[in-house]
Each structure stands twice: as C-alpha cells, then as structure tokens.
C-alpha cells in the first residue's frame, strides 16, 4: 500500500504540473493582450472581487478538507457526508463577506454591486463540487482533478477575455464584470467536470455523492447518523487555526487594499500572478500530492478486534520504514527547493523588471511593476519551502499540536503586520514592502514547520538534520557574486536595447544554473535514481 501511495503522489503530482503548465501557457498568452486593455486601477478591483470569492470558499470548505485528507474514519463517504457542511456553510458565510465590503468604502466602479452578486453565486455552485472533490482526493484520482482544475483556469480566462475584448470593440463600459463573469466561468466548470467524472466512479467503487446513513459497527459514531464525530471533531480544532492561516496567506490583499493606493494594488496583483505562475504550476501540485502522501506514510495503524462482544482498539503503531520513506522524500524536496532558491535570488530580480517590460509592455513597467516583480523573486521560494513543509505539518500534527501552531501563528501575524505597516506607511515602500513583509511572514512560518519536523522524526528515532537540506558551499559563494556580474551585463548590454539586456542577463543566469547543477550532481544523481525506483 506504501509503494502505491508513493506511485500514486508521483504521478499525481506529474499530472498535476503538466496540466497546469499546459492551460497556464494558454491563459498567459490571452492575459498579455488582456493587460493592454486594463488599467492598474482596474485590476485592483478585481483582486477585492477574487478575495472575496477565495475567502467564501476557504471558511467553508478549507478544515473540512484537510481533515477528510489526513484521516480515514468511515472512507470515503464519510468524507463525502462531512464535505455538504462546506454547502451549507457558503450562503451565510459569502452573505456575511458581501455585507461586510459593502459598508467599506468602496471604490467607484460600473456594475461592482452586480459583480458581487455574481461572484458569491459563482462560490457557491462551485462548492457543489465538494463531495467530488473529496473523492477525489481519497481515491488519489488526480488525473480527473487536474483535468477539471485545468479546464476550469481555461473557462475562466477566455469569459474574461472574450468579455474584455467585445466591450472595448463596442465601446461599452462594462467595469468589472469581465472578472465576475470568469469567476463564474470557473465554479461551473469546476462542479460540472467533477460531477461528470466522479459519478461513474461513485457507481463502481459503491459509494455515494450524495449523503448516506453511516453504519456503527465500526466502532465510530456518527452525528445524526451522517457526520462521523472523530472528523467533525478534528475539524472545529482546525477552523480556528485554518482562519489565522487564511489571514497569513490573504491578509497581503486586505493590507495592501487598506494602506495602499488601487494603483498600488493594481501593480501588487499584477507582480502576484506572474510571480505566482511557477508556484501554481510546480509547487502547489507538488504540495497537494505531499499532503496525502504524508498522511499515508505517517498515519497510525490502529488495530480493531472484539472481545467478549466489545469493540476495542490496539495503542496506534507507525511502520518506521514509512516514517524513514517520509523523511527522505521531505529532505528530497526541500533541498531541491533551496537549490531553486539559490538561482531565484541571484538571477530573478534582474531579469524580471525585463520580461515583465516584454510581455506587458511599458504601460506597466514604467509604473514600477518591474521592480515590484523583482522584489517578488525573493518570495518565491520561502512560498515553496513554506507549502511543501506546512503540508506536512498538516498531515501529521496532533489536535494539541495544531492548537500550538494556531498560538504561533497568532505571532507570526503581528510580525507580518507590524512589518506592513513599517514597509508600507512609514518607510512608504508600496507594494514593494507588502512583499517583503510577506517574506518575513513565509520566514517565520518556515522556522516553526521545521522544527515541528526535526521534532516529529526525533521522537521516531529518525534522523532529519538541517544541514542535509543546505546547498553545497560554491553554489552558495556563487549567489553572492552573480548580482555584480548582472549589473555590470546591464550596462555592457543596454546599448542594444530590451533584447541585448535579456541576451545579456539571460547567458549569465544560464551558466550560473548550469554550474549550481554541477555543483549538486551527485546529490541530484541520487536524487533521480530514487525517483525512478
């Protein structure tokens, strides 16, 4: 069962990536023209709009997910009852939001009200796709989700092109309907292509999409003879810390919405989603596809026996094959990571503020976006390193242990904050300083995962050692010098204009790539026999 789930992961996380490579060159392609029509004003908007229908989602669904990942209570159709509380929970709670930005002061832009209504419309038909999704999950099927979550991305940004594009032929102000229309877009396609995939598999494994009556012979009891307490349980421990995650994770937006400019914003947005196009196309799938292998390799087997007619249950056991399987594939990514690290740091803020002027122009980095963008390269990996070891503080942390990190977060969020604040108004940094008040944010989180991780192997008597995920000392000598070697290429190069700059800048970080992978060859080596065994 070890080995399948590892496989599984592997090629979940494979299907994952290169579907998300496949529709986000698509939908990068169409947003570079999209760009040309809006205005950094505009698409600040739009980012108050995708925050409203991200936050509806996450406080419905987002502890209902993660505890019908880690643990097993019931199967799947426990996890499928559980996942219509999510259903429920999306009316009052986008209700609650709405009413919320409502009473701010809200900017002055044609159709917002409308857009609104059409966005918490369009979270809650995608929350329909929930029981699908949870099943999914469960039964490792990621070819089904990366196809749904391909074709919705797809959806989305062609309805909000093409709405784009048709209102500036025509000359109609349509503000901020576009956005409202590919929200939409998304939901629907989302909850069509998982139900439509799901109900034959549903048929043929014998479980249900819709709510089914548990039984309790197992020993587990359920709540209204649906919801299994265990679940239900860990799940209420999980919302609170899931909420203070959710501030962490979004709180960059309501910050930079309430200290910032719409331009600002605008600029903020736009750094974001170039900036975040490799996480959500390499890093997230591989951190989703960790999370259940994680919860694989480290859950406790807890035997079930009668006696004298009583139901008893076994002291939980860990297999420590498993658990030594675990460290290894953790140390594995986590050291891949900092070798990315490396190359982001020393290369992504010179050659951003140019590709960002390739693909989107002068309208936008003339505005300061090149160097937002730029500032953003040092976030990206603290993203990665934070996602893959969080996924597995989720996978494995006790309900006490989740209650520690909720106390801990509640510090990291003052950090963030206060950092904002000092960034933003007093050093009057824009964007710029939400980014790196992220960085501090993603910093601190990391130090608590990864002690809870050298924690967690220690009392398994498995060794996980810090310095096992450290780059080697010439690739770290060599991301001190490459800046130096980047500016003076600017200058040689600049005379030739944006394409000797790339050629310039682009020869230099190749070679410093190619000499970190040299560098690292015998641990990669290591690396990629692993992965082929």
């Not at 996942?83 to 609650?96: E, H, W």
């Not at 900017?107 to 099943?135: G, R």
């Not at 062609?158 to 500036?168: C, D, P």
């Not at 509640?410 to 008040?437: E, P, T």
Request: net charge positive.
């Amino acid at each position: 069962m070890t080995d399948e789930a590892v496989s599984a992961s592997a090629r979940g996380a494979t299907f994952l990536i290169l579907l998300q490579m496949g529709s986000r060159a698509i939908t990068f392609g169409l947003n570079q023209f999209l760009l040309r029509f809006l205005s950094p004003e505009l698409l600040g908007v739009s980012v108050q709009l995708e925050l409203f229908v991200i936050s509806t989602l996450y406080f419905a669904r987002e502890s209902l997910r993660i505890v019908a990942q880690r643990r097993s209570d019931g199967g799947v159709q426990a996890a499928i009852n559980l996942s219509y509380l999510a259903i429920l929970a999306g009316g009052p709670i986008g209700f609650t939001l709405a009413q919320a930005y409502l009473r701010t002061d809200t900017p002055n832009v044609a159709y917002l009200h409308v857009s609104l209504k059409i966005c918490h419309f369009a979270a809650m038909i995608e929350l329909l796709s929930e029981p699908s999704f949870v099943a999914v999950q469960q039964k490792m099927l990621y070819k089904t989700r990366a196809t749904a979550e391909g074709a919705a991305v797809l959806m989305k940004t062609f309805a909000t092109a093409g709405l784009v594009f048709w209102s500036n032929h025509r000359s109609i102000n349509i503000g901020v309907l576009p956005f409202a229309a590919g929200e939409f877009a998304y939901g629907a396609s989302l909850a069509v292509v998982y139900i439509w995939s799901m109900s034959s598999v549903a048929r043929e494994k014998g479980f249900s999409l819709f709510p089914r009556e548990m039984s309790e012979r197992s020993g587990i009891h359920y709540y209204l003879g649906l919801f299994s307490k265990p679940l239900l349980s860990l799940s209420f421990s999980l919302y609170l810390q899931t909420g203070i995650k959710y501030i962490l994770t979004e709180g960059d937006k309501y910050l930079i919405s309430a200290l910032a400019t719409l331009k600002d914003t605008g600029m903020y947005a736009l750094s974001a989603n170039y900036g975040g196009l490799i996480a959500r196309m390499l890093f997230r799938p591989i951190e989703d596809s960790s999370r259940n292998l994680f919860a694989n390799l480290c859950s406790d087997a807890v035997e079930t026996r009668q006696i004298g007619g009583i139901t008893k249950k076994s002291e939980p056991k860990q297999n420590n094959a498993n658990i030594y399987q675990a460290a290894t594939i953790l140390k594995d990514i986590l050291r891949i990571y900092s070798l990315i690290s490396l190359i982001a740091f020393a290369v992504g803020p010179s050659v951003a503020p140019l590709l960002l002027r390739l693909v989107a122009g002068a309208q936008w980095s003339d505005t300061g976006a090149g160097d937002v963008l730029g500032t953003y390269c040092y976030y990206i990996p603290l993203l990665a390193v934070n996602g893959v070891s969080e996924a597995f503080v989720s996978a494995t942390a006790s309900t006490k242990d989740l209650r520690t990190q909720s106390i801990w977060m509640g510090g990291f969020f003052i950090a963030f904050a206060g950092s904002a604040y000092v960034f933003l108004s007093v050093l009057d940094m824009g964007a710029k300083g939400l980014v790196l008040a992220n960085c501090v944010n993603m910093a601190s989180r990391i130090i608590f995962n990864l002690q809870f991780v050298q924690r967690y192997f220690a009392e398994r008597q498995v060794e996980f050692h810090f310095t096992d995920l450290v780059p080697n000392l010439y690739a770290i000598a060599g991301t001190a010098v490459v800046p130096s070697l980047l500016s003076q290429a600017r200058h040689i190069f600049q005379q030739y204009g944006l394409l000797g700059d790339l050629v310039g800048v682009g020869s230099i970080g190749a070679v410093f790539a190619a000499f970190v992978l040299a560098t690292e060859r015998t641990y990669l080596m290591e690396c990629y026999k692993r992965f082929r065994t």
